[in-house]
């Protein structure tokens, strides 16, 4: 964890550290490389199967290429430990709000679980990890280019958390709540540049989602074409109170 020196006194005061990496770097090659991974990222999600499988592993190999050759540092992206223990009221804060929807969604019947416990349990382990790959595409990848081309920091995270939300487009509950965190996300991240402490708070706010509202409402959590393809199947999608058995499949 990091010392209080490590801290940045305000967002605006890390902005600095994020521009060491960008001497002798070009703005053009900085809005090159975000209109190259957040077009590959559109592509994928508003391509329809089996192509979309195949562009998802050309946008990963473009992200981890422009990674590597345009490389800002491990604490710039905040892959090092620093700041994690000082960061730990993110999650905790972000458990707080989760456990407030869960009672308010009990409350309305709401409170379900997405194709029984097992299913759940497979799919939001994997969602735990797509969780912090979605934070280190947003600070790491975006905010950090959006630093350099933007002198305002507060301006160049509200740009970084509206593409994030875009990328989250026609669903109309994922959208603003993306918006409303992604904002949040990179002004926390200026202030402890720390992805672990954010890549936990997500998934917790996620799961959340998921727990809270019927899949009918936000089509199971779908973006892009997904969310238009999406079929309704009631025996998947309808809410089942976490006291009453699971129906069998």
Avoid at 19 to 25: D, E, F, I, L, Q
Avoid at 56 to 71: E, G, P
């Amino acid at each position: 964890m990091g010392s209080i020196e490590e801290i940045p006194t305000s967002p605006i005061d890390s902005v600095a550290s994020g521009r060491v990496a960008s001497k002798g770097r070009g703005r053009t090659r900085d809005a090159l490389e975000i209109a190259v991974c957040y077009g590959l990222i559109l592509l994928v999600i508003w391509t329809p199967r089996p192509y979309q499988r195949w562009l998802w592993m050309v946008a990963v190999a473009a992200v981890i290429v422009i990674t590597c050759i345009s490389f800002d540092g491990l604490r710039a992206m905040g892959l090092r430990r620093t700041n994690f223990g000082r960061s730990l009221w993110i999650p905790a804060a972000a458990l707080l709000i989760s456990g407030a929807a869960i009672a308010i969604a009990a409350r309305l019947g709401t409170l379900h679980l997405p194709g029984g416990i097992l299913a759940f349990f497979a799919t939001y382990c994997a969602y735990a990890i797509w969780s912090g790959v979605q934070q280190f595409l947003l600070q790491g990848v975006f905010l950090l280019r959006f630093l350099r081309l933007i002198p305002n920091a507060m301006l160049a995270a509200l740009t970084a958390a509206a593409l994030f939300a875009a990328a989250h487009l026609p669903n109309p509950i994922l959208t603003p709540i993306t918006l409303l965190w992604g904002t949040a996300a990179c002004l926390l991240f200026l202030r402890y540049r720390n992805v672990y402490t954010l890549a936990i708070a997500h998934a917790i706010f996620g799961i959340s989602v998921a727990l809270t509202i019927p899949g009918p409402v936000d089509h199971n959590m779908r973006v892009g074409l997904g969310y238009l393809t999406y079929a309704h199947h009631p025996h998947f999608d309808r809410p089942y109170p976490l006291s009453n058995p699971l129906p069998k499949p």
